[in-house]
């Protein structure tokens, strides 16, 4: 039921005071109102777990991984089943994942929100994934998917990815063999060697590995043409009324878009930083990666990535049987212009 006018002041009022309650003397008011302003300063002895342990180190490389104004523990935690699972545990309080772990997460019952938007200038230059051919499979177009074997992981973004291609293909699962792998490590590039699979999603340096191995043999990548740039931070609904937890992770959102930024202005520190000490890669691949991924755009505005997110809602709902989603409410809008302006800003 709508609120009546007379009341509108009273509720904004109330709703501020939640806020603000959190700001005060450090002491954590009981619960922050979903609409309510965010709070901007952290309470002492705040403590936020965050998995994302590439920003970990494009914090640590810039200076700034020791400049928070609260305690963090990292996780060695990455992608949506591991994240989701921490959450459950209540072991976790941010994650970074692409756009399809908010979806079944509350698909499964676990309300999230996704406070923190990134993609890339340019995607389609700078695709996260190409579609790994196996050798003599004879796929040199989408319409050549027909009949094929294609590796499947359900509730990622590479699963995603598949479906949203055989749509724009003109085709469906029934047209298609679809094979439930996992996406980790080397399984899609061994899957297609093997033949196993006719095609895989691969992203990053696997693209380059897998051509280098076995380009020889007639293996080959193509592009899908579509956008599959997004990545987020996300947290429990519930993690957000908890005023503290949520200033800590408006700030960490802030921190989120410097380091993202840093690591595309300073190549050659994140290649040797990140690439090669932190991931064991050679400079080369580092290099490979650093230009594949291009400069990283984040909007102040999430309205374009909500649209597209809703398109991919209602690919996954219409496959799967679960309901269609509104992806509006993935999202915590409080959180949209914390990235760009610090940005803009240079600010805490």
Known sequence: MPVPLLFRPALAALLLITALAACGDGKQAATLAAGAPLPTTVPKGTTLRVGDPVTKVALQLSGELDAFSFDIEWANISGGPQ???????????????????????????????????????????????????????????????????????????????????????????KDVTLVELPSTGDVYPNALAARQVDVAPLGGVYIRRYLAKFGKDGAATIRHGLRDDPGHLYVRTSTLQDPAKAAAIREYVAAWARASVWAYEHPKEWIDGYYVKDQGLSAADGQYLVDLAGEPDLPADWSDAIARHQETVEILAAETGNPVLNARDLYDLRFQSVEADAIKDGVR
Do not use: M
Not at 122 to 149: F, M, N, S
């Open 83 to 173: 994240t989701s699972e921490a959450f459950r545990a209540d072991a976790l309080d941010v994650g970074a994942v692409a756009d399809i772990p908010a979806i079944h997460a509350t698909w499964t019952g676990l309300p999230v929100k996704i406070v923190a938007s990134k993609f890339r200038k340019d995607p389609l230059a700078h695709p996260v994934y190409e579609l790994g051919i196996a050798p003599g499979a004879g796929v040199q177009t989408l319409a050549d998917l027909r009949g094929k074997k294609i590796a499947y992981s359900p509730g990622q973004a590479q699963g995603a990815l598949v479906l949203r291609v055989l749509k724009k293909a003109g085709l469906t699962k």
